[in-house]
């Protein structure tokens, strides 16, 4: 059996193109590390859940899992002095892996990092295969079956395309496709990222943690406000931004700062994590005028305003609509251009991608036990923006990884924006 990549992997296999676009997290496995036993594991895992045998026809946008014995790709890593950074090197590693542009080949990679009475596991995946969500239920029923759990469920792994979804909300597809004038417009106020000229597009990696006193704090301000947590850490980090840049001038045409996060909307077009593995995402982007000179409350509002319709009018159809102009675009300009397509006609300074990992880490078995003590992810940058934030809630903390493309915004830019965001959140009250 075939499937049909949807609007959002057709995009993220255009992206891939330019260079490796990757996803990888990393959890921790409370047990003795046996490299030959967690080999056997991945092994298992893979073959009971459907998720061997991929290959991808990229010419028609179409792939299958055809199953068959496992092809495991698995390092062992030495113990490291300082864990935490041999944690973001093995990330910042991952990001940079390519994985073949078509044909048959296995879509995940794995590595495990020895820590004091267990290891952390991290899978490094084509990030055309699978969202956020099911790798952190894969990750679960893994380390379930690593614990000597019973075996898994076979996937669903052929879910419908997105035709579907506007075929059933005829409405608002109708709203959506009437309002891609007044998004086209809306975009030409947005400050373009920097580095918009670089082609040298190699990601770097930075960490940090806050714990759980700053996730009820964020919380409570999402409550109190009226917003939801991402919009907090949207606005948040459009505040953040501001600074990579001077001002805009007075007067001047593009005046905003945007970020774009990424929204899941498996609910409308799938079954739930533990039952249906793939990618179901739509982009969804806001912007401030003047987030520098405003308060946290100030940007976070206004990015609300822009998000509090997204779910219930599906007013993500609007950029699933844009996502597929784009797609004619890349095929008429010329092959120099396209590294700076999104950039100019969709500028946002950096990318969000937020993920609640409690719930989805026993979706596939309910033997993977308590969610492990720590979890974290990184993204590719691809040619949207020069930087993406993936921010995962653990349960315990939030862990933010930021990738970044240091030719075209320096490492220690990257860092004060970093801190800056990092501070706005420990700030709130």
Not at 1 to 7: S, W
Not at 228 to 250: E, F, H, Q, T, Y
């Amino acid at each position: 059996m075939q499937g049909a990549l949807n609007l959002f992997q057709a995009t993220m296999l255009r992206w891939r193109t330019r260079h490796p676009y990757n996803a990888t997290h990393v959890a921790r496995v409370p047990h003795a590390l046996d490299a030959a036993r967690l080999r056997a594991t991945l092994a298992t895992a893979l073959e009971e859940t459907g998720l061997t045998g991929y290959a991808l026809d990229a010419a028609r946008g179409r792939f299958s899992w055809r199953g068959g014995p496992a092809q495991v790709e698995l390092d062992v890593a030495a113990p490291a002095p300082d864990l935490r950074e041999a944690l973001r090197a093995a990330i910042e590693r991952s990001l940079a892996r390519p994985f073949p542009r078509d044909g048959a080949y296995v879509p995940f990679a794995f590595e495990a990092i020895p820590d004091a009475g267990g290891f952390w596991l991290l899978v490094v995946y084509d990030h055309v295969v699978a969202g956020g969500d099911s790798a952190v239920a894969l990750l679960g029923a893994i380390a379930a079956r690593y614990a000597g759990g019973r075996a898994l469920p076979r996937l669903e792994r052929h879910p419908a395309r997105f035709r579907r979804l506007f075929a059933r909300h005829p409405i608002q597809t109708v709203r959506a496709a009437a309002g891609l004038p007044r998004f086209a417009l809306r975009a030409r106020r947005a400050r373009r990222p920097p580095g918009l000229e670089i082609r040298d597009a190699s990601n770097a990696f930075l960490m940090a943690s806050l714990d759980a006193a700053v996730v009820e704090r964020i919380a409570h301000v999402a409550k109190r406000w009226g917003v939801s947590r991402n919009d907090v850490l949207m606005g948040a980090l459009i505040r953040a931004l501001a600074g990579l840049k001077p001002p805009a001038a007075r007067h001047a045409r593009r005046y905003e700062v945007a970020v774009a996060a990424i929204v899941n909307i498996r609910s409308d077009c799938a079954g739930p994590a533990g039952h249906t593995f793939g990618q179901f995402l739509s982009p969804f982007r806001a912007s401030h005028p003047d987030p520098a000179g405003a308060s946290v409350e100030e940007v976070v509002r206004a990015v609300n305003a822009e998000s509090r319709d997204l779910r219930s009018r599906r007013r993500y159809l609007r950029s699933l609509g844009a996502v597929a102009l784009s797609g004619f675009a890349w095929r008429v300009v010329s092959e120099e251009r396209r590294d700076s397509l999104f950039a100019k006609h969709y500028p946002v300074w950096a990318g969000l991608t937020t993920l609640v990992v409690p719930g989805l880490w026993g979706a596939i078995s309910s033997g993977a036990g308590a969610m492990p003590s720590g979890y974290r992810r990184g993204v590719s940058t691809g040619p949207l923006a020069p930087i993406v934030v993936a921010a995962t809630f653990t349960g315990t903390s939030l862990e933010l990884g930021v990738s970044f493309r240091p030719a075209a915004v320096p490492a220690a830019d990257v860092r004060a924006v970093l801190d800056r965001y990092v501070a706005s959140l420990e700030e709130l009250s």
